[in-house]
């Protein structure tokens, strides 16, 4: 089966019985009603061994690392901030102290980051290794982003700049929590969510989630340096660029008229019109030469 | 490493920030600060293929349940009961709808019967098929119990009958949540905590977590009847009982002036008397000719 049937598969089977319950599976996180003024949010990423990581090309300082900023990359894309993780570990036999110890030290590095805490855990036996990470967090009832909220005409937005990322960056992405609680303080943020698999891939989910189509600029897409060197082309790069994933950017919408409020870099970090979300469900690359390519869903597939 | 050395090595590495965590690793569940009269538990558990099932003795249907049932042994444990659960799934490749559906059903199996919702997840590939589960659940600030409670001169109790779980119940035992909340509103219980890795084993962390030894007797110990009809002889199934692991049974202790208000069962499980908690920190099997035997730690290591 496809990733996206498997999903479509599980949204029908699981029906939520506790109106509690605002949003199930189908956005980066749960959203749970948690007191007058917040929503909780729960979500849960894994990093499996030869999956999304090899051994010898990762340290597992950066194993660790990577386990958190994958989940806490989805609180951010809430509009949230984390408040607790529990880690669950599959270990081959013959590990060490030290090397449990570097692991541990990955995942801690981030706690202290990003000020939440890692309350429990459990240790299995497993053939390769798996890093299982499930974090609460919270966000003001107020700042709840979601991926569906997208209306025709919105612009379309990214932080960072895209693709490359098996060079380096998937193993040091910086979650962009404090980015995204600037930015939904300051612009009327109508969707939000990360980029994991590829933008081709999540913009697709967030315009099918909000019932929209969109038009993308291809030569506006920010291209990342690491793209740019693995690259013969400048079309090559921002093939990179649209289908890498594991980007663990933001991508957002806001309604046209607030273009001027949405800041060209938040801390240091760039923010960049590609595109628009239109009333036609169709999925537009926009050439210079004014060409146009229809976008295929090429990003990541985790089957 | 041995696995209680790995805990050693976590509980001494993640300092806690947050004044909300009331308790961090090292309980059945992590507990934390949630409203006026309840507190949130946070606990995480994983079931691994030739770790904790073989795909030829178990149906998808029983895994899908069982990983539900390790984490909510763990609620029931703290006293609570369970709200939201996470499941991350690592599929080997080949699964077909019809199995997907089947580890499916035997999830939410469990989320209808306890009443909580599977509020979102993860898929990712793996090489074996394992099932990681987080449960959010919430227990009255007046009913929280934890494994360090017990005093000396306590008397030690179990639900149900042990041992003899590879045969059956392994994967068919039932998440004492309704047995645990009636005898916490019945009973002053000290300490209580879930019998996952065996008797021996987990009466050991709760002595050791409370600063007391332990005498059992050790005829009085409910045996089940798998674990009799795999025994030559009394001796050999008490042996079964001690150390299986994988009861998901509850151990728990009360003061003995309360000996009689403790049911003999609750719905239709008994509940026996197995020993008492002691001051010198020792622990201690009593025979039936009053000789006495060292219990040892044989209970299942996950290492």
Redesign the interface.
Known sequence: ?R?E???D??KK??K???P??LV??GDD??V?EY?RTHY?L?????V?E???FKRKEASLFQIGRKSMVVNLSDIASMGGVP??A???V??PTG???KE??QL??GM?KM??AY??????????????L?V?I?I?GKVEKKYLKLRSGAKPGNLIFVTGRLGGTLVRKHLNAIPRIEESRQIIKNVPVTAMMDISDGLSSDLMRMAKASGTGFVLKLSSIPVSADALRISRTKKEAVSHALNDGEDYELLFTVPSAYEEKVPEKVNSVPVTCIGEMTKEKRYIGLLDDLGVEKIEPAGYS??
């Open positions: 089966m990733e049937e498997v999903i598969l599980i089977r699981l939520m019985k506790n509690d319950v199930g599976p996180t749960a749970l007191d909780l729960l979500t849960t990423d894994c499996v030869n999956v999304h408040l607790y529990l880690a669950s599959g270990l590990f060490s102290r449990i110890t541990l030290r801690q706690a202290d000020n939440f805490d890692i309350v429990g855990g459990n240790l299995t036996r497993a053939p390769v798996f299982d499930s609460a985790h089957f």
